[in-house]
């Protein structure tokens, strides 16, 4: 069934084996991410307790999942309808809402976050139902849409609940969004939403995700540059940006130089391909994006202060960062290969042993841990490049 808006279909024309293309209006849509992700970055740079560090972690998974649904979306429905333009703009304003609010949402603009959060899952949701109205698509996101709701709900309570009750009650909306797919979107009494439901293009989202890593890239090289301009430059202070710049490379290599979609067997549509896309992307590249943000934090405050000792939101952000990005990076590799990265795993230990010995020690200048952290990631993309992924 071909619903359509003049003479675009809504819908995009499937053929079998034809992977969809990434529209420019999706490319439009991800440079509101841009804005939000140096956000996060700054609201984390400037709330390095646990509670900010939580606080920081709610904001990004609610930024996230809105971008993730709308990814998927777009496997669907088709970037040259009017509609789905009209639609992808209105989408554009609502995270530009959740950007705008994001440095005070938990003091006096959390309506204005939360409202934005839930007009964008539930606006996008709402359109699906309608544009795939007719296909078992339709009743799909007729589930999804409930779960929504019911998130939308207690988002909105959070929103306008006392200040010490916001990320607890946030935290609980999360929850509910994020096990929703794991959950297949089941509701009592309807059932679920079997994965074999949900036919998708797996590469169109993988080339989504690779497009928004990169943007979390180009922010860290944003924060570097606004920061040189406001420090003098010291042997100290470019010593700290080459090895920051480096850190970025070495992120960029580790994440492309995987080549692991070519190292399994294709599968164009079907169950497995839903089952993959939803590890790899929804969960995994959350993990891998919330890493590379946090070297964006970290590179800015060795910048500012590359001597003296290693204060500890300094040294749990410079190992942080990897970390996080690393346990992503398993997930990815598990899921799409089904297999362990044990230098992944060893990696991850080092850099847990570095953080804890600056932490307790208080003998490392900040240059040399991240020194430190830049040497092990340089050795596991020499490691991956000469050994493969799949073996790696």
């Not at 040259?80 to 705008?100: D, E, K, N, P, Y």
């Not at 939360?114 to 698509?137: I, N, P």
């Not at 924060?223 to 920051?244: D, K, N, R, S, Y």
């Not at 899921?335 to 600056?358: D, F, N, P, Q």
Request: with cysteine; charged share 10%.
């Amino acid at each position: 069934m071909s619903i359509g808006v003049g003479s675009v279909p809504v819908l995009r024309p499937r053929k079998k084996g034809e992977v969809p293309e990434v529209g420019a209006i999706e490319l439009f849509f991800d440079l509101v991410y841009v804005f939000t992700v140096v956000q996060i970055s700054h609201f984390l740079l400037g709330h390095l307790t646990l509670i900010g560090i939580a606080q920081s972690a709610v904001l990004f998974l609610a930024v996230w999942w809105g971008w993730n649904y709308t990814a998927w979306a777009m496997n669907w429905i088709n970037p040259q309808s009017v509609a789905v333009r009209l639609l992808t703009a209105l989408l554009m304003l609502c995270g530009l809402g959740m950007a705008i609010a994001l440095p005070h949402a938990f003091t006096d603009e959390g309506p204005l976050f939360a409202l934005s959060y839930v007009v964008l899952q539930l606006v996008r949701s709402s359109f699906m139902v309608w544009a795939c109205r007719g296909s078992v698509l339709s009743r799909n996101y007729a589930h999804l849409l409930s779960w929504s709701a019911v998130a939308s709900v207690v988002w909105v309570i959070g929103a306008f609940a006392p200040e010490e009750m916001r990320l607890p009650l946030w935290v609980l909306a999360l929850l509910i969004d994020y096990a929703a797919p794991l959950l297949n979107f089941y509701i009592p009494g309807r059932g679920g939403t079997p994965m074999s439901t949900w036919p998708l293009h797996r590469e169109h989202l993988a080339e989504r995700n690779r497009l928004v890593f990169i943007i979390a890239l180009g922010e860290s090289i944003l924060i570097m540059g606004f920061t040189l301009e406001e420090v003098e430059l010291t042997a100290p202070v470019v010593m700290a940006t080459l090895l920051g710049f480096a850190g970025l490379v070495l992120l960029w290599w580790n994440y492309f130089g995987l080549r692991i979609e070519e190292e399994v067997e294709q599968d164009p549509e079907g169950e497995r391909q839903t089952a993959i896309a939803r590890s790899a992307f929804a969960y995994a590249h959350a993990v891998m994006i919330a890493g590379a943000i946090v070297v964006a934090v970290s590179i800015e405050q060795v910048t500012f202060h590359p001597t003296g000792h290693t204060e500890t939101p300094v040294a749990w952000c410079l190992v942080g960062g990897p970390i996080l990005y690393l346990l992503g990076n398993l997930l990815y590799i598990h899921a799409i290969a089904g297999v362990v990265a044990l230098s992944r795993i060893v990696v991850i230990a080092v850099l847990a042993a570095l953080g804890i010995a600056a932490v307790t020690t208080h003998a490392f200048p900040p240059l040399v841990l991240a020194g430190a952290v830049t040497l092990c990631m340089l050795a596991l993309a020499l490691f991956g490049s000469r050994i493969g992924a799949r073996r790696s």
